[in-house]
């Protein structure tokens, strides 16, 4: 089994930045691909930003350029990071980490095995 946990969300001005963390713990060696995901009230769950075990990456087209995700994997651990800059209202919305055995670099929430709880961001005009 895989647990995930994410931290670092809150409350920000428009043009700030923040950083989220995910701890994966268990069976983490199975992981292969780990992202981030997000949504909005009143809006479907969407992809953010993903990263493998290679350190490939994909995001979202309207993240380009303002979000970086980063991963660190240690023999029990897996560690999973978005440092989000020049955030705008859009932004705001609970961000939610996710992990797969899948082998390539999927943006579907579908192929995502397992999910934490979700943290808040709100990015105020």
């Known amino acids: 089994q895989v647990r995930l946990v994410e931290s670092g969300g809150g409350l920000v001005q428009a043009g700030g930045s923040l950083r989220l963390s995910c701890t994966a713990s268990?069976?983490?060696?199975?992981?292969?691909?780990m992202g981030w995901f997000r949504q909005a009230p009143g809006k479907e769950r969407e992809f953010v930003a993903n990263m493998n075990r290679s350190g490939g990456d994909d995001y979202r087209d309207s993240v380009k350029g303002r979000f970086t995700i980063s991963r660190v994997s240690t023999k029990n651990m897996e560690y999973l990071y978005l440092r989000m800059n020049s955030l705008q209202p859009e932004d705001t919305a609970v961000y939610y980490c996710?992990?797969?055995?899948?082998?390539?670099?999927?943006?579907?929430?579908?192929?995502?095995?397992?999910w934490g709880q979700g943290t808040q961001v709100t990015v105020s005009s």
């Open positions: 996710a992990a797969t055995n899948q082998g390539t670099l999927v943006t579907q929430s579908t192929f995502y095995d397992y």
């Open positions: 268990g069976l983490t060696s199975s992981l292969y691909v």
